[in-house]
T-cell receptor
Framework: TQLLEQSPQFLSIQEGENLTVYCNSS?????LQWYRQEPGEGPVLLVTVVTGGEVKKLKRLTFQFGDARKDSSLHITAAQPGDTGLYLC????????????FGTGTKLQVIP | DAGVIQSPRHEVTEMGQEVTLRCKPI?????LFWYRQTMMRGLELLIYFNNNVPIDDSGMPEDRFSAKMPNASFSTLKIQPSEPRDSAVYFC??????????FGPGTRLTVL
């Protein structure tokens, strides 16, 4: 059972455009993480959000954790070709030591 | 600092053969995870170890899969016998405590 659903699945935009990626669940998470994965490499952690309503910024990327801690969003301002990759949200599953489940993923392509 | 090291990076084998994937976690990390990534199922947790002890192997597909961690600096994931549906990218990740996951570059397995 996939606990984290991401949308959209695929996104192809022009350089300079803004975009938002969503991560939704019916379950409450104590924290959520966002990773970016480039072709041929493993996922790399971008950010962890832990408090409901929390907003974190990483240069042109803005991450928000929903008030109820069931969802999160990633907003990219003025996308660059270097933002191209697979974006994954992830969260810990209860009952396991550091057992993390990953979302379905959003594949982003930024066209120069 | 060296990150998580995986070998081989690519493996092509025939159905029925034994496959062994290897992982060296980041020095000092005490948790190790094996994930599998496919287009259909995304990133799935297969098994994870804490202080070299297997904690949860509920994600291992079936008895053909086995994993070992004989010491803090080495782990293996073995598939015997391999089948075409095992074709995927296998990632090893490590962490210290309940902190962030650091992924290796993955092993792309193709079973013909």
């Amino acid at each position: 059972t996939q606990l984290l659903e991401q949308s959209p699945q695929f996104l192809s935009i022009q350089e300079g455009e803004n975009l938002t990626v969503y991560c939704n669940s019916s379950s409450v998470f104590s924290s959520l993480q966002w990773y970016r994965q480039e072709p041929g490499e493993g996922p790399v952690l971008l950010v962890t959000v832990v408090t409901g309503g929390e907003v974190k910024k990483l240069k042109r990327l803005t991450f928000q954790f929903g008030d109820a801690r069931k969802d999160s969003s990633l907003h990219i301002t003025a996308a660059q070709p270097g933002d191209t990759g697979l974006y994954l949200c992830a969260g810990p599953i209860s009952g396991g030591y550091q057992k993390v489940t990953f979302g379905t993923g959003t594949k982003l392509q930024v066209i120069p | 600092d060296a990150g998580v090291i995986q070998s081989p990076r690519h493996e092509v084998t025939e159905m029925g053969q034994e496959v062994t994937l290897r992982c060296k976690p980041i020095s000092g990390h005490n948790s190790l995870f094996w994930y599998r990534q496919t287009m259909m199922r995304g990133l799935e947790l297969l098994i994870y170890f804490n202080n070299n002890v297997p904690i949860d192997d509920s994600g291992m597909p079936e008895d053909r899969f086995s994993a070992k961690m004989p010491n803090a600096s080495f782990s293996t994931l073995k598939i015997q016998p391999s089948e075409p549906r095992d074709s995927a990218v296998y990632f090893c990740a490590s962490s210290f405590g309940q902190r962030n996951l650091y992924f290796g570059p993955g092993t792309r397995l193709t079973v013909l």
